[in-house]
């Protein structure tokens, strides 16, 4: 089974005096706009889903809620969470974006398997995707669009390559982790866009 969490902003407009920073619950302030609005005070929610996007768990936050202390909030409190609805150790794939990808995040999942994209902010990032197009042993993959093609917009083909990494150091350095580079028939094609060939690759972080 794999649980999903991800967060988002809902931006407000008007009086929020009575929202302050002296009241009880989630404070409307400023912070990362999703929605890019930064004008706007705003709220961010987090929502914890199961297979076919089913809710199990969710919550308002304070406007400025940083995702990366909130997934290791997730990450601390996810054993006993899933334990309320049958699940134990090993029994699911924890799936959320790169702000995951932390070193204290990352010490915290113990046993949790997890699938999360590797930020660039990691130097092991472009380190993998240079490894991966140096051994140029891809997987094919095919086509991963839930919609079908159509001749105006054909679906990109997937190809990636594995291998395993090592971030941080001591206990951390210890948790077997591997990286899944991916491309797509568009890197093939450079006319198609003016990125360089290194960010039109995306790692991806699993345990």
């Keep these: 089974m794999t649980i999903s969490y991800d ?5 407000v407009w008007g ?3 009575l929202f302050g920073e002296e009241t009880d619950g989630p404070h409307l302030t400023e912070g990362h706009s999703k929605d ?14 199961v297979d076919m996007g089913i809710p199990i768990f969710g919550q308002i936050l304070d406007g400025n809620a940083s995702d990366k202390e909130s997934n290791h909030r997730i990450l601390k409190s996810i054993a006993s969470l899933m334990k309320e609805h049958g699940l134990g150790e090993g029994a699911f794939i924890y799936i959320a974006d790169s702000a995951m990808v932390t070193t ?30 140096d051994r140029a042993q891809w997987i094919e ?11 105006r917009r054909p679906a990109a083909s997937c190809q990636a390559a594995e291998s395993t990494v090592t971030i941080g150091t001591g ?3 210890s948790i077997p982790m591997h990286w899944t580079s991916m491309t797509s028939s568009c890197v ?3 006319e198609k866009t003016k990125a360089p060939p290194e960010r039109r690759r ?6």
Excluded: W
Aim: proline share 7%; hydrophobic share 35%; net charge neutral.
């Design 15 to 17: 009086s929020c005096e």
């Design 104 to 133: 204290k995040n990352l010490a915290a999942p113990g046993h949790t398997r997890f699938i999360s994209r590797l930020p660039a902010t990691f130097s092991v990032c472009d380190t993998s995707i240079h490894e991966a197009v």
């Design 7 to 11: 967060t988002t902003s809902a931006s």
């Design 171 to 173: 206990l951390l350095s």
């Design 188 to 190: 093939l094609s450079p």
């Design 36 to 49: 890019h609005r930064p004008d706007l005070k705003q709220f961010m929610t987090e929502l914890l889903c």
């Design 141 to 151: 993959i095919g086509s991963l669009n839930e919609v079908p093609d159509s001749r």
């Design 202 to 207: 995306r790692v991806f972080l699993y345990s």
